[in-house]
């Protein structure tokens, strides 16, 4: 995983008025799970699908194995997709479904058929082959989706969305499936999708896009940890933001001075005194006292609501100012704690576990993210 | 709804039981009660009809299989038939052949706006009587018309066109091109379009997409525009009698002869019946093959 297989260099596509993708670049390495995440109309799919050559880029390349691909019709392509509605043909069995894309590249029917019966049965599907398609189940149709895909021997594979359709938890079934799948065969994902728990357990390097633009690109500890924009904090959630100014350097100690109060910043801070900057507090980090003074950083809240979440709770409070904190607390934490709604409670964290948003937006490492 | 749990006066609208009940059936009636009317009454007296006599060129009730046993010992029925059922397919399958180019852009080319516009044009013909329309048809066909000035204008012959299977055909397919267009259109513009791309993204090519993936889709559709034209055609007297003139025996013009000639309604009945019938037959088989579905 260290050769770059698939090359993004500058995609950016209109629609009139309208930037579907205003600027994206990633190298992707042979092998790699990546994920692009972000909401609706974020440019994730309007991306994979100028991979797969259904939309054409206004600008940029794209590289596969070194070969420009970027201007070659859509059939010339070797980027299968597995598609969000799947897109399975009614009117074939699902054996026939399979041997599609063999049969377009002229393959012969023994060979045809030899292949497509291996991927049923390495699936799972092949009692299913002679059926219609639409009498399987959705899991069986998302493996007929992958089959057909998957029997044509791609280096890469696009998933837009390919869960979306499963219940819950058939969804998270066919994910352990999936990932076991994409590692013993070793090609190239590029996973398409708005949910979290997809991106963050499948992916080795997960692609966060907002309004057409990358805002972040990094595995998913990255940016579970150290979300680099507030849009990126605001979407991964679970994340107190506060914004305030820099101030002065005292006894070798810096501070931002917030609406509420002033809060101690981490050692390495490289702001100048009075710039503006948003500190941001994982919520596992910060603990709620009813007294104060058991915090280096500590701002009084009052207790809006619990949000029961399994095995923690997430307490939602508002400070003085009205500004919105999140802490997330065990249980058993959350009964000795004996406060309820509407109290007064004191949030505290250590000044190490809070950590300052890139607010101008940077290069990131295998990124070129230019100002259009 | 109204729940039965509600007290009746707690809903001032409440209607009668009995009027509740019926409302649905109300609503599903004129459809049976049509298809009765002018459907299984008229069929049941032709069937009732073709067992009756001709007596002194007055229609008697009877219980013979007389009008049966002419009509079938007639020497040139089979050749009617035939000849009216090919000539009707090929109609049907030219016409479906020609305007599929049309729908395919209309489905697949045009936006959504144009594609109305294009449809309200195809129906647009239907604003005149079909009568007026074969009788322009004439105008053109006929010898000294429009078509035979212009080719005598060049120094050619110039014969009349009337009479002749490009006239009927003419007629066919100003009867049903329209219905045509709109049936392929409306099968065409429901074809799934991710399919589609999916088909490309497999590896394709247009052609491939157009007979693997479009047409297999749009096949009911497409399949019902042919039968549609078919129908229309096999029963078509208009143009078989003023474009197609004597040239060509059909069913609808043998009927009309038998009762021209001598009153001969039963046997008229049995034509009419057998027509029934092969259209009946041929729907059936047609409509199955459309619905048709693998595995």
């Not at chain 1, 002229?106 to 699936?123: I, K, M, N, P, S």
């Not at chain 2, 009940?21 to 009454?41: C, D």
């Not at chain 2, 143009?239 to 001598?262: C, K």
Request: overall charge positive; glycine content about 8%; charged content about 20%.
């Amino acid at each position: 995983m260290t050769n770059t297989h698939l090359k993004l260099d500058g995609l950016a596509k209109s629609y009139g008025n309208f930037i579907a993708v205003e600027e994206f670049s990633l190298d992707i390495c042979e092998g790699e799970f990546i994920a692009i995440m972000g909401p609706s109309g974020c440019g994730k799919t309007t991306s994979l699908r100028m991979l797969a050559g259904l939309e054409t880029a206004d600008r940029g390349e794209i590289t596969l194995a070194g070969k420009r691909i970027d201007q070659l019709p859509v059939w010339e392509r070797e980027t299968p997709m597995v598609w969000q509605s799947l897109a399975l043909f009614p009117f074939m069995t699902v054996r026939e479904n399979v041997e599609f894309g063999l049969q377009m590249r002229g393959v012969a029917r023994a060979e045809r058929r030899r292949r497509a019966d291996d991927w049923l049965e390495r699936l799972g599907i092949s009692t299913y082959a002679d059926r219609n398609v639409a009498r399987l189940s959705g899991g069986q149709r998302q493996r007929v989706a992958l089959a057909r895909s998957l029997v044509l021997e791609p280096k890469v594979l696009l998933l837009d969305e390919p869960l979306s359709a499963l219940d819950a938890h058939m969804a998270i079934k066919m994910q352990g499936e999936l990932k076991k799948l994409q590692r013993e065969l070793g090609i190239t994902f590029v996973y398409v999708t708005h949910s979290h728990s997809e991106a963050f357990s499948l992916a080795d390097r997960v692609v966060i896009m907002n309004l057409g633009k990358v805002e972040q690109i990094g595995s998913p500890q990255d940016i579970f940890l150290r979300p680099r924009s507030k849009f990126v904090a605001q979407f991964v959630g679970g994340i107190s933001l506060l914004e305030g100014k820099v101030l002065g350097r005292e006894d070798s100690k810096r501070f931002l001075n917030t609406r509420d109060g002033k809060v101690r910043l981490s050692h390495s801070c490289g702001l100048a005194e009075g710039a503006a900057a948003v500190l941001a507090v994982r919520a596992d980090r910060i603990s709620v006292t009813i007294t104060p003074g058991w915090g280096e950083n500590e701002i009084a809240c009052t207790l809006v609501s619990e949000e029961f979440a399994g095995a923690v709770v997430n307490l939602h409070l508002e400070t003085a100012s009205g500004h919105s904190l999140v802490a997330q607390l065990q249980q058993r934490d959350l009964e000795q704690l004996d406060a309820s709604i509407g109290a007064r409670v004191y949030a505290s964290w250590h000044s190490d576990d809070g950590f300052l948003l890139d607010r101008a937006r940077q290069s990131l490492p295998g990124t070129k993210v230019r100002a259009a | 709804m109204n729940s039965p749990a509600l007290p009746a006066r707690t809903s001032g609208r409440r209607l009668p039981f009995l009027f509740r009940r019926t409302w649905p059936a109300l609503w599903i009636l004129p459809m049976p009660v049509w298809l009765l009317l002018f459907f299984a009454v008229p069929l049941g007296l032709l069937v009732a009809i073709s067992f009756w006599s001709v007596v002194n060129y007055r229609l008697t009730p009877d219980a013979t299989l007389a009008a049966w046993r002419h009509v079938l010992g007639l020497d040139f029925l089979w050749a009617s038939f035939w000849r009216s059922y090919g000539l009707s397919m090929a109609s049907a399958v030219v016409i479906s052949l020609l305007a599929f180019p049309a729908s395919y852009a209309m489905a697949f080319v045009a936006a959504p706006r144009q594609r109305l516009i294009l449809l309200g044009l195809a129906i647009a013909p239907f604003f005149t009587s079909y009568l007026v329309r074969i009788y322009s048809w004439q105008v053109f066909l006929t010898e000294g018309g429009v078509i035979s000035s212009i080719v005598q204008a060049f120094g050619g012959k110039g014969d009349s066109l009337l009479n002749t299977y490009f006239a009927l055909f003419l007629g066919h397919a100003t009867l049903a091109l329209p219905v045509v267009l709109i049936l392929q259109t409306i099968a065409l513009a429901n074809v799934d379009r991710t399919g589609i791309s999916a088909a490309a993204n497999l590896g394709a090519r247009p052609r491939a997409i157009l007979f693997r993936v479009i047409l297999p889709a749009a096949r009911p559709g497409l399949t019902l525009g042919l039968l549609f034209a078919f129908l229309l055609s096999y029963a078509e007297f208009v143009s078989a009698s003023y474009l197609g003139g004597g040239a060509f025996q059909t069913l609808p013009i043998l009927v009309t002869d038998l009762v021209r000639a001598g009153q001969q309604w039963p046997r008229a009945a049995v034509v009419s019946l057998l027509m029934i019938a092969s259209l009946l037959v041929t729907a059936f088989v047609t409509v199955l093959w459309a619905y048709r579905e693998k595995g």
